[in-house]
């Protein structure tokens, strides 16, 4: 399972790919209006720190715009992969922008029809947002779920980031059900880490290491 950080933050970036478990990044407009860089040299930068796919949304509305803008962003760096929301327009340009070899994460996706409809407009990454759906009484995981069953069932080669991640389980459930992808907010990924069990473990051996020490 590929994981990437669901971040703009450079030292964020920085330090989880200094613990060697980074696939990728990902970005979206609110996350780039929470850094004082400018969007640009923000993706170039992350671009220099993580070698795997980074996402950059395209903010255009229309498939013309989007593809202008798509091509844009695809030109700043061969990892650079553009998130495209999963609207009619959308999959027009994504239509136009896969055959031309630009890779597409489709964002905002929140039911399997969506998923499939990206899908066969050639999008590369398809991203269902769980935690939004949890947050309106839906169930993400089950969504997801079914999204991975209509791409094993038709041999589609995209790959299910799974986005609005919320806490550890989130992962450990795209895990479980062989998600391709999480893309996680730093937040979580410390808290993947913790267990309260494993500090005390810690402390309990280095205690009795001292006593050894003393022999
Ligand atoms: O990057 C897209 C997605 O992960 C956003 O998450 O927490 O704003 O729902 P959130």
């Known amino acids: 399972m590929k994981i990437f950080i669901d971040s703009a933050n450079v030292q964020q970036i920085e330090e ?3 613990w060697g478990i980074l696939d990728g990044v990902t970005t979206n407009p609110t996350l780039i209006a929470k850094e004082q860089t400018d969007f640009g040299t923000l993706v170039r930068q992350i671009c220099t720190i993580v070698n795997g796919p980074i996402s950059a949304e395209a903010i255009s509305m229309k498939a013309g715009d989007i593809v ?12 650079i ?3 495209i929301p999963v609207t009619e327009e959308g999959l027009r340009a994504t239509k136009t922008l896969s055959k031309e070899g630009v890779s597409i994460n489709t964002t905002l996706v929140f039911s399997p029809a969506q998923a499939l409809l990206a899908c066969k407009a050639g999008a590369r990454y398809i991203s269902p ?24 069932n038709y041999q589609f080669d995209a790959e299910v980031i799974v986005a609005s991640v919320r806490h550890p389980i989130h992962v450990v459930e795209a895990a479980r059900m062989g998600a391709h992808i999480a893309t ?3 937040e979580v990924l410390k808290k993947m880490f913790k267990h309260p069990l494993t500090d005390l473990g810690i ?11 003393r022999h």
Not at 69 to 77: D, K, M, N, T, V
Not at 203 to 213: G, I, S, T
Request: charged content about 30%; overall charge negative.
């Open 129 to 152: 947002f769980v935690g939004r759906l949890d947050d309106v009484g839906s169930d993400g995981m089950d969504v997801v779920a079914q999204i991975l069953d209509i791409l094993d």
């Open 16 to 18: 989880v790919n200094g």
């Open 68 to 79: 202008v803008e798509a091509r844009e962003l695809a030109s700043i760096h061969k990892n």
């Open 203 to 213: 402390e309990k051996f280095l205690q009795d290491w001292q006593k050894v020490a």
């Open 184 to 186: 996680v907010p730093y």
């Open 81 to 83: 992969v553009v998130k």
